[in-house]
């Protein structure tokens, strides 16, 4: 069972009514009725309330002969209303997790006469308004609250309780909520951890490839200091290099490096994928010379080096802080209508936060219901394509977004839309 609601007994606030003996029409012989202390009575005579008879003995003389008296005992006092939920509800941020809970809520029974006569299963009823409080509450906390031991879960569930009126509806009136165990079940690829662990390998795998892309440069450096680089070399083995070099100073690149006057070993030494943000011009000032000279009109032309080969046209500038990057996506994500927008920074397995990001965009539908785009930055985001996962009602959707399949670092407005097309 999902929950506990099948244990529920009414009989524990409310007990069924009892023929009340009145004995006979003859002084002495008076029947009387017996209420305990934390107990009362709703008394009906021929089927209709007459009154509420407090603790205490009662003699019975005060109703008519010819009319049957019955008696619902109500339970008056504090009590306490278990609450069970297993594998039944889950929180939505970072990612869909379902929880187990356990809750207690105190109660006591404010009007006996509604809880006896006009509700017919009252304590049924105060647990069904209990569960969907605590569903409405749940969907929208983060795990935030499984560390907080659900202070938050409780407090709102309370307030919705109060805010429900139930002391005029059910005659029960609710004074606190308790959450006494709230806990993370393991529901696969769904589960925090795993999604986690996912993320730490992609990063390491990031570094990695960072770490053999650096290995690569250092062995190209090495060589190209401890050998003459030559034109023919350069045609051959950076054939990139030499194409820019021509365009910037034409065929007199040539002849400078025949010379030793123009060592392309500085422009070798830097990563490959720094090359194209490099001017070779630069490397005639080292020797003294004006770079205009090499292009006769004493003006060096506009490098075509200055622009990132790697980028196509219109492609945003990659930043260098990520933070900032994130701010910009924020902006422009708040301008569409309907979104809502939650961010986390992320934290590496130790809790230090390792400059990566997680976004939550709820998206409204056309047809109705929201699709819900959980989205993950890592920390060379925008050069590093993030992750997504979609949620159309609550259920894990299938997508293939194709701007992560042609990714060059746009924004996340594009994704939303295509997401907001592919899906209305």
Not at 142 to 162: D, H, K, M, N, P
Not at 198 to 221: H, N, P
Not at 387 to 414: C, H, K
Request: aromatic share 6%; charged share 20%.
């Amino acid at each position: 069972m999902p929950n506990n609601r099948h244990q529920i007994d009414d009989m524990d606030i409310v007990r069924p009514a009892q023929l009340l003996d009145k004995g006979l029409p003859i002084p002495g012989l008076v029947g009387r009725f017996v209420v305990e202390e934390g107990w009362c009575a709703v008394i009906t005579e021929g089927g209709m309330f007459r009154e509420i008879l407090p603790p205490g003995h009662h003699p019975l003389n005060r109703y008519s002969f010819w009319r049957d008296a019955k008696a619902y005992v109500v339970d008056t006092r504090i009590q306490t209303l278990k609450v069970l939920s297993k594998d039944e509800m889950a929180i939505q941020r970072p990612y869909p997790m379902k929880i187990n809970l356990d809750l207690s809520v105190e109660y006591r029974v404010a009007d006996p006469r509604r809880v006896a006569l006009e509700v017919k299963t009252p304590l049924t009823a105060l647990f069904d308004r209990v569960m969907q409080s605590v569903r409405a509450i749940v969907v929208n906390a983060s795990y935030e609250e499984i560390q907080t031991q659900g202070e938050g879960i409780a407090t709102g569930t309370l307030q919705r309780l109060q805010a429900m009126q139930l002391r005029s509806i059910l005659g029960i009136e609710v004074f606190n909520v308790l959450v006494n165990s709230i806990s993370v079940m393991d529901v696969g690829d769904d589960s925090l951890a795993v999604r986690q662990q996912q993320k730490f390998d992609v990063i390491e795998q990031q570094q990695a490839k960072e770490y053999m892309r650096t290995r690569d440069w250092q062995l190209e450096s090495q060589i190209a200091q401890q050998s003459k680089v030559s034109w023919e070399w350069l045609l051959m083995h950076r054939p990139e290099i030499a194409q820019q070099l021509i365009n910037t100073h034409g065929m007199l690149a040539k002849e400078m490096i025949d010379k030793g006057l123009l060592d392309p070993a500085g422009f070798l030494n830097q990563p490959t994928s720094m090359a194209g943000s490099l001017d070779p011009s630069g490397m005639l000032a080292s020797l003294g010379m004006p770079s205009g000279l090499l292009t006769g009109s004493g003006v060096a032309p506009q490098s075509p080096m200055n622009i990132n080969p790697s980028r196509s046209p219109g492609q945003p500038p990659a930043p260098g802080d990520i933070h900032s990057r994130i701010r910009d996506e924020l902006n422009m994500l708040e301008k569409l209508p309907g979104v809502k927008i939650d961010t986390k920074a992320g934290t590496d397995a130790r809790g230090v936060p390792d400059g990566s990001y997680d976004l939550r965009i709820i998206i409204p539908r056309t047809s109705g219901g929201n699709i819900v785009l959980y989205v993950a930055c890592f920390s060379g985001y925008p050069q590093t394509p993030p992750a997504i996962d979609v949620e159309i009602d609550n259920q894990p959707t299938p997508f293939q977004s194709a701007a992560l399949r042609r990714w060059i670092g746009q924004y996340l407005v594009e994704i939303v839309r295509e997401v907001k097309q592919y899906f209305g």
